[in-house]
């Protein structure tokens, strides 16, 4: 009997500790996923660029879309202007490496690929040809 309640004991020790080391699994997932709006601060995106934090500016214009500052993924997206988009909305996705090193004047999309990351889409097209006459 004293066998039996001491193995009934551990196991649901066991059982306890699996589920607080779950339940602290999807507390750190739903921290790393949420996405800050930074509305129009610049300072506010500029500070989770350098750390590649998820976080969003202009209504989702600019997008950190997660990732180290070592390797983050960016999303950019242009306004409809009809003198220089023909009134489309480009976008483009980035692979920035050393975010951590950009300047806050150097935290937007021409800049980007102006030094060197890896993006692909319409905006890229756009601004390639700007960077390159």
């Known amino acids: 009997m004293r066998r039996f309640i001491l193995i009934t004991f551990f196991v649901i020790l066991f059982i306890v500790g699996c589920q607080k080391q779950a339940v602290s699994k999807e507390i750190k997932t739903s921290t790393q996923l949420q996405l ?22 202009f ?11 070592k390797s983050c ?4 997206q242009s ?18 490496k050393n975010t951590d090193t950009f ?10 690929v102006v030094k060197g990351a890896a993006c692909k889409g319409d905006l890229y097209d756009f ?3 700007l960077a390159n006459p």
């Open 103 to 112: 300047k806050d004047e150097e935290m937007n999309g021409y800049m980007v």
């Open 59 to 69: 209504g989702g214009a600019t997008e950190i879309r997660g990732g180290t500052p």
């Open 79 to 96: 306004m409809d202007d009809p003198q220089y988009t023909g009134g489309k909305r480009l976008t483009m996705d980035c692979t920035i």
């Open 36 to 57: 800050i709006d930074c509305g129009t601060d610049t300072e506010c995106f500029s500070a989770n660029f350098l750390d590649c934090k998820p976080a969003k500016m």
């Open 73 to 76: 993924s960016v999303m950019f």
């Open 127 to 129: 601004y390639a040809k």
